[in-house]
């Protein structure tokens, strides 16, 4: 309950905050029609004295964000399901959350000490996420500035160029629709229909999958590796891990996931491409949901 009060609170004040800036009659503006909602407060700037990691970062390091505020003035509000709603709505084509962020309130001295982590989706001077702390009364919203992001990775201190698998897979880039890539193999090979995904096996070891007849998603087997093995060169390639939780090493290279794994024949690399699974995500939610409730067809 006290994660869905929170995601609902910073919902609207979003909403509001949009509202507010499209303008008011007190700018002059025509009144609103009859039975329009009412307009909303705009959300007030704050001023929070925050940590960031780094300003210039490749696009593979982390960039994580610390800062204090007052003691919580709003109950139940879950307050890092509230930062990390706040994160995917203001800057999820910017910006990707790395793990859960961690709060810890400290009743004596009345504070709360809030930190994340993210990695950037692209280069160039990327703005940080503006989100309101809703934990405050009049949902104040922080401003964390910008990070310049280069467009290469960072290897032992070693800046290296983006790999091949950042921008597509086995040969085809990320987002080919099933029947380009179908022309380009060989002759006869067909894919096969798995809970609404196709999924094509061009070489015995490598699986593509597409969603929405987008090329998505990849498994690559090695059998006879183990992850010790593999796990240095893995590094040398991709960089530290933003996780290894559950002995699978994940590296998030702006859209595109990369986990390791042990599995009984070997390693299994799994690659997502998560701009294209989301888009997919979305698709299904209108097409299951709202347009049930619009009365669509």
């Known amino acids: 309950m006290k994660r869905l009060l929170g995601l609902c609170t910073l919902s609207l004040t979003l909403a509001g905050a949009v509202a507010a800036e499209q303008g008011g009659a007190a ?82 001295i009345r504070t709360v000490q809030v930190a994340f982590s993210l990695v950037a989706r692209a280069s160039g001077e990327v703005p940080l996420p503006r989100f309101p702390l809703t934990w405050l009364s009049g949902d104040p919203i922080p401003d964390f500035g910008s990070v310049k992001v280069e467009p290469n990775l960072v290897v032992s201190g070693e800046a290296r160029p983006l790999p091949k698998e950042v921008d597509g897979v086995g040969g085809h880039a990320w987002g080919s629709r099933l029947d380009a890539v179908l022309a380009k193999e060989a002759p006869g090979l067909k894919a096969e229909e798995r809970d609404g995904v196709q999924a094509l096996r061009p070489r015995k070891e490598l699986e593509l ?22 796990q240095t060169s893995f590094l040398d390639r991709w960089g530290m891990p933003q996780s290894s939780e559950g002995g699978t090493l994940v590296w998030v290279l702006g859209w595109t996931r990369i986990s390791a794994s042990a599995v009984p024949e070997g390693v299994r690399i799994q690659l997502v491409r998560e701009d294209l699974t989301g888009k997919a995500a979305a698709g299904q939610v209108k097409k299951r949901v709202f347009d049930a409730l619009e009365g669509g067809r």
């Open 27 to 108: 700018r002059g503006e025509p009144a609103p029609r009859a039975g329009a909602e009412p307009a909303a407060r705009p959300a007030q700037a704050m001023f929070v004295n925050a940590k960031v990691s780094a300003r210039s970062v490749a696009l593979n390091q982390p960039v994580r964000i610390e800062f204090f505020t007052g003691a919580r003035q709003i109950e139940n509000i879950d307050i890092p399901a509230a930062i990390a709603a706040g994160v995917a709505m203001s800057s999820g084509r910017m910006w990707r959350l790395v793990g859960r962020p961690t709060v810890t309130e400290n009743e004596k």
């Open 209 to 230: 999958r597409f969603r929405q007849g987008d090329l998505a998603e990849a498994t690559l087997d090695a059998p006879g590796l183990t992850l010790d093995q593999a």
